[in-house]
Structures are given as structure tokens and as C-alpha cells.
């Protein structure tokens, strides 16, 4: 029998391994290279947009909102199966060098992602508050100190149940996370210290509220595995995955839009494309959450033509990119074929409906343009959108469905 030791290498070597023989889909030239030419258009966006920014701009509080959030989302990624119920319960009293490894692991790829996006804010923070090297590297060994307290936290919480105290920690971290982030980015470091202290007994508080209770085991295995699902969803944008599980959801409320198709053997695919996406979060919710995103920042740079561009063409692009496995949803269903013409007509139905989603979108973030800049500003916004979306459905979109139909 392996020690547990052994099933953590085991398994984190697994983890790593899948997940960079799916990186290597997911990053393909053609991605990276536009990826390369929107992170340069942004440079000089944002470079631009730093020149103009009045000197009372609340950058401090953007950026304790910003990273309260994201220090706020900690949770252990303990790569835990469905068997481990029935063959590593037992052994629960011998798994906290398994967890430890489990938390260390959680907390380095986390932190990943608070120092690209403290990067990402420097030009701002030091333009803003004119702070140092020094207290900026400080800045950015505090917030990851803050990061580290919810993620443990965050583990504590695995041994509840109850929601109630769930959402009532999830409030009182966000609160205490704003506050500590933005006494870190003021430089005001004795209240930042006070803090520090509430969350040392908060800690201890609920370190000793666990001690009689046992680890939740379902709650853990459901969590790794709606993380799994998640990254299965993006790298099944980009190639089959077999391991990702569909869900559909049935919303009446919107069966008018399936109305609009006509109910005959030409519009077969048609129907059958538009009602998965209806039903299915991994697309509708795609476009909803993408949609409101860059709408809000939109919002803020509604009066610079370029990073307004830059912006539209962005999330266009990624909800595109993100919804083209929508092809793909009835490959194993071979019911479609029965109907003559279906076949024929299905790259033309699909490509319909992605340029029905993607011009809706564009719609939505010109309207957007023009409740917050002028009336030249949102036809230049929706021109450049509605040119990209006929270029990227019409032709990058379908070059690719067909190479990858004739690679088959």
C-alpha cells in the first residue's frame, strides 16, 4: 500500500501533467499571437490612459477592492477522489502531511496570480502614491501574507456545513481584507498591524470551534470536482475532453427565442444549436458574465477611442473563442443525421448563431459607449466591433471548424 506521501506525489504529478498536455492546446500560436497583440495595444492603452488621470484618482480603493476579492477566493486544491471516501476516510487521522502539502500547493499557484495582477497595477499604484521600490515590494509581502490567512480560512471552513456560517465568514473576510489591503496601499502600517492581530484571533478562534469536528469529506471531493469541471471547460474550447461532464437547465422564460427558428428540416442543427445554448451555463453564462465585464470597463475608458477598441475586440474575441465547443455538443448524438440536409447545413447554422451572439454583444457594449461618451465614440465602438465579429465567425471561425473537420 503507498504511504501518504507517495498518493500526494502521485497525484499532484498527475494534476501537473494533465494539465500541461491541455496547455499545450490551449496555448497555440494563433492565440498567443493575439494575446501578444491586444497585451501591446493594451500597453499603450493604458500608458496613454495613465498621462490623463487627475491626481485624485482613487486608485487605492480600486485596487483594495480588487485584491480583497481575489485573496477573498482561497480555497485548497486537495486533488481528493470519490474512492477516497471509502479508502482514505479511515485514515483521516494520518492525512495532515497530506493536507499540508496540499495547502502548501494551493498557496504558491494562488499567489501566482496576486503578484501578475499587482504587476499589472504598479504603473498605477506608484503614479498614484509615488511610492517607493521598497514599500511597493513590501506592499505586495503583506497582501500575500493576507492571502495566506484566508486561505487558512478557507480550510477552516471545510469543516462546516451550515451556510449561514459560511456567508457570514465570507462577509467578515471581505471586510477585513478591504480594510487591511487599503490600510497596506495607504502605508498607514500601525493600523494595518491592529488587524493583523483580529485576524490572529479570529484564526484561533475557529481553530478551537473545529476541534471536535470531523473533516467534511463530500464537501471536499464536490469542490474539487466543480474545479476540475471548470478548468475542463476552457481547455474543452480547444480540444475534446473527455472527462468534462454537461449539464442543461431548463429556462422556459426564453423558449421565445426558440420560436424564432423555423420548424422544418433546414433549420435542423439551427434549433438544435441555439437550445443548447440556451440550456447550457458553460455558453449562455460564458456570454453573460463576459458581457457584463466589459461593459464595466467599458464604463471607465469610454472616452479613449483606442482602449475602447482594444476593449470590445477583447471580450468579443474571448466569448467567441470560448463558445466555439458549442460545434461540438452533438458530435456523439447521431439522431441529427437522421434528417436529410441536416449535415449540410450545420457549419452555416452554427456560424449563424455565433454572429447573432457575438453582434447582440456588440450592441450591448456600444450602448454602454454611448450612455457614458458621445455619439462618434459609439459609432467608431460598434464599427470596429461588427468589422471584427464578420472577420472572426465568417473566417477565422470557419477555417478553423473546417481544418479541424479534416483533421478528423
Not at 173 to 199: A, D
Not at 351 to 360: A, D, G
Not at 361 to 368: A, C, D, L, R
Amino acid at each position: 500500500m503507498k504511504s501518504i506521501d507517495e498518493i500526494w506525489r502521485t497525484r499532484v504529478n498527475h494534476h501537473i501533467n494533465e494539465t500541461r498536455s491541455y496547455l499545450k492546446y490551449m496555448l497555440n500560436d494563433h492565440l498567443l499571437f493575439v494575446f501578444i497583440f491586444l497585451a501591446a495595444g493594451g500597453a499603450v492603452a493604458y500608458q496613454g490612459w495613465l498621462q490623463t488621470i487627475p491626481e485624485n484618482f482613487p486608485a487605492v480603493i480600486i485596487m483594495s477592492i480588487t485584491f480583497a476579492f481575489i485573496v477573498l477566493t482561497s480555497s485548497v486544491r486537495t486533488l481528493v477522489k470519490e474512492a477516497d471516501v471509502v479508502f482514505l476516510l479511515p485514515m483521516e487521522h494520518q492525512m495532515k502531511g497530506y493536507f499540508q502539502k496540499a495547502f502548501t500547493y494551493s498557496f504558491v499557484t494562488q499567489s501566482f496570480i496576486i503578484v501578475v495582477t499587482f504587476i499589472l497595477f504598479a504603473p498605477l499604484y506608484l503614479k498614484i502614491t509615488s511610492a517607493s521600490g521598497l514599500v511597493f515590494l513590501a506592499s505586495l509581502i503583506l497582501i500575500l501574507i493576507v492571502k495566506f490567512w484566508n486561505l487558512r480560512m478557507g480550510w477552516k471552513m471545510e469543516f462546516f456545513t451550515e451556510a449561514s456560517t459560511k456567508w457570514s465568514d465570507l462577509i467578515v473576510r471581505f471586510i477585513m481584507n478591504l480594510c487591511t489591503i487599503f490600510f497596506i496601499l495607504s502605508e498607514n502600517y500601525p493600523f494595518v498591524l491592529i488587524i493583523f492581530l483580529i485576524m490572529a484571533l479570529y484564526d484561533v478562534y475557529f481553530s478551537k470551534l473545529i476541534k471536535p469536528k470531523a473533516l467534511k469529506w463530500d464537501q471536499l471531493i464536490k469542490r474539487e470536482e466543480e474545479k476540475k469541471q471548470s478548468f475542463y471547460k476552457i481547455a474543452n474550447l480547444f480540444t475534446d475532453v473527455p472527462k468534462l461532464k454537461k449539464r442543461a437547465k431548463r429556462r422556459k422564460y426564453l423558449d421565445w427565442l426558440l420560436n424564432q427558428v423555423k420548424y422544418d428540416r433546414q433549420h435542423v442543427f439551427g434549433y438544435l444549436f441555439l437550445r443548447a445554448f440556451l440550456r447550457s451555463g458553460d455558453y449562455s453564462g460564458i456570454v453573460v458574465r463576459l458581457t457584463i465585464i466589459g461593459s464595466i470597463i467599458i464604463f471607465f475608458t469610454s472616452e479613449q477611442v483606442l482602449g475602447n477598441s482594444i476593449v470590445v475586440v477583447l471580450f468579443s474575441f474571448l466569448t467567441g473563442i470560448q463558445i466555439m465547443s458549442l460545434y461540438k455538443h452533438f458530435d456523439l448524438l447521431e439522431l441529427p443525421n437522421l434528417y436529410p440536409y441536416a449535415e449540410e447545413k450545420k457549419l452555416a447554422s452554427f456560424l449563424q448563431i455565433m454572429f447573432k451572439v457575438l453582434i447582440s454583444q456588440s450592441i450591448i457594449y456600444s450602448i454602454v459607449t454611448l450612455l457614458t461618451a458621445d455619439f462618434v465614440l459609439f459609432a467608431i465602438t460598434l464599427c470596429v466591433n461588427v468589422f471584427f465579429v464578420c472577420i472572426f465567425v465568417f473566417v477565422y471561425m470557419k477555417n478553423r471548424i473546417k481544418k479541424g473537420e479534416k483533421g478528423v
